[in-house]
């Protein structure tokens, strides 16, 4: 079996942790998403949790999306940010949107506050 994108850890999996991050966390706007963050204790790990609404597109079109932010997510947890917990909330232009529209999106609403010292490829 291959490896999962991101493992569990690195999830954010309960409805009530969704809840916190979307009502408390700071909010970045892109064309293809809106990006919550939520900073947590400095020893635990990053957490990613995915929001893709029927408006995107059919089912193949958001799991599409889906994959590619739980991809795009990984990029970070291997970079070794930590201590935050992220909520992605795909608009409907996310089904348009390539690999590389989403990744450079990603990256603008998040690198500053994840990875402040880092440059992500």
Same mark, same amino acid.
Request: aromatic residues 6%; glycine residues 6%; without cysteine.
């Given at each position: %079996?291959? #490896?999962?994108?991101?493992? %569990? ?20 706007? +892109? @064309? ?5 963050? $939520? =900073?947590?204790?400095?020893? =635990? @790990?990053? %957490? &990613?949790?995915?929001?893709?609404? #029927?408006?995107?597109?059919? !089912? ?5 999306? #889906? #994959?590619?932010?739980? !991809? $795009?997510?990984? /990029? &970070? ?5 930590? !201590? ?6 795909? $608009?409907?232009?996310? *089904? /348009?949107?390539?690999?590389? +529209?989403? !990744?450079?999106?990603?990256? *603008? *609403?998040?690198?500053? +506050?994840?990875?402040?010292? +880092?440059?992500?490829?």
């Amino acid at each position: %079996r291959s #490896r999962p994108v991101l493992a %569990r850890a690195n999830r954010v999996v309960r409805a009530d942790d969704f809840r916190m991050v979307v009502r408390r966390g700071r909010r970045s706007v +892109t @064309p293809s998403a809106i990006y919550y963050r $939520l =900073e947590r204790d400095a020893g =635990e @790990p990053l %957490r &990613f949790g995915i929001i893709v609404a #029927r408006s995107v597109g059919n !089912a193949p079109a958001r799991n599409l999306v #889906r #994959r590619r932010y739980r !991809a $795009l997510g990984r /990029q &970070f947890v291997d970079a070794g940010a930590h !201590a935050n917990d992220v909520v992605v909330r795909a $608009l409907p232009g996310a *089904a /348009q949107a390539g690999w590389a +529209t989403l !990744a450079d999106d990603m990256h *603008a *609403a998040l690198d500053s +506050t994840l990875l402040p010292n +880092t440059v992500m490829p």
